[in-house]
């Protein structure tokens, strides 16, 4: 049985960036940027104002008690039309031009404006050094034309939107968001909808991963329920097998009707490994479907849901990571002092569901009273899972463990 590390390693081997393609930038949040991003203009346009005042000559004002003639008034959008002289002052609102001849603006906080008469107001402006220079923003000096803004491979936060669209891009070339069809197997499974008679179910895990595939930046294409036969798996298997990634629950460890391996054998799904030292998560299944636009990944995930989150955050997410060009989080995982004891059991690395928070500026931790791979309520007490190396042993409160939070994808690797 292959580990976790070597797991990772063979499906981030298969998982290939899917081609560029042009959108409009409003679809853009979330996914990669394909190209560099170029201005087309100098920011800002012209040396402009920071503050609302009045723009001087810095020297003539600077530490006196001056009174000047206010000449005009400039607001964003406005060009200055007089040139600021001695004994002159220029009226200006937050991003509107310097006039030529004024070096400096004063805050409007400072001065105060003296209805000599109505044609020809004057300003007073006292005391306080004033730099040459003050409250200005020189042309060019957030960016110049034809510089280089953002990198391709730039993950597009709300705050490259607005840079796109300060140096006019309302279309950019990206990495599309993959693709995922989900398909929950198994006799068992009610829709959410129902009520589960005898023996049955409802189907958690076909909603929280299409939950997870969206929180991923890609596209969840539900296939519903199917049910533990060859033919019916085969039909929603062909079908999940037209998008870049199928993510199956269930139907892959080694009950009577666990036919997901078999099925995808039979559709020419090769198999890359079966079984990983994990716990939970052992049974997942990983293999790659061949095709000429773009090769097909398909995981099978183990049905207990608890199984099934943490095999989409330890393989899947980095997968779709790939996928959509973005840099695949590998960073250590977060240490954290444990709160209470922890009885740690069993021959396989383990990541126990726990809940961690600040206490003072230290990151604690406490594993929750979880009940095995099938426990989703306990699940929802958690924000992390805490690491516990294979072997029977006590971790004592105050002992510091790692943890993996759910925010963003579990952090590999995880040991040591
Ligand atoms: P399996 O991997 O098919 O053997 O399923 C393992 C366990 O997970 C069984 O107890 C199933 O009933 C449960 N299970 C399988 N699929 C789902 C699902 N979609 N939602 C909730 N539980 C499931
Ligand atoms: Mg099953």
Redesign the pocket.
Known sequence: MIGVEEALSKVLAAARPKRPIRMPVADSLGLTLAEDITSDIDSPPHDKTLVDGYAVIADEVSGRDVELAVLEEVAAGAIPTIPVTRGTATRIMTGAPIPDGADAVVMIERTKLVEASADSPRVQISGGVVRSGQNIMTLGTSMRRGEVVLLAGTLIRPIEVGLFSEVGRAEIAVYPRPRVAVLA????LVAPRDVPSAGQIRNSNGPMLGALVTSASAVAVDLGVGR?TQDELRGLIERGLREDVLVLS??V?A?V??LVPSVLAQLGVHEVFHKVNLKPGKPLWFGVLPSEDGDRLVFGLP?NPVSTLVCFELFVRPALDRLAGREVNLSRPLKARLTRDHQQRGDRPTYFPAAMSFVGHELVVQTVAWKGSADLRSLAEANCLAYFPPGDRLFAAGEVVNVHSFTRGFLLPPIR
């Open positions: 197997t198994g006799n068992e533990d269930g139907g460890s009950g009707l666990d049905g």
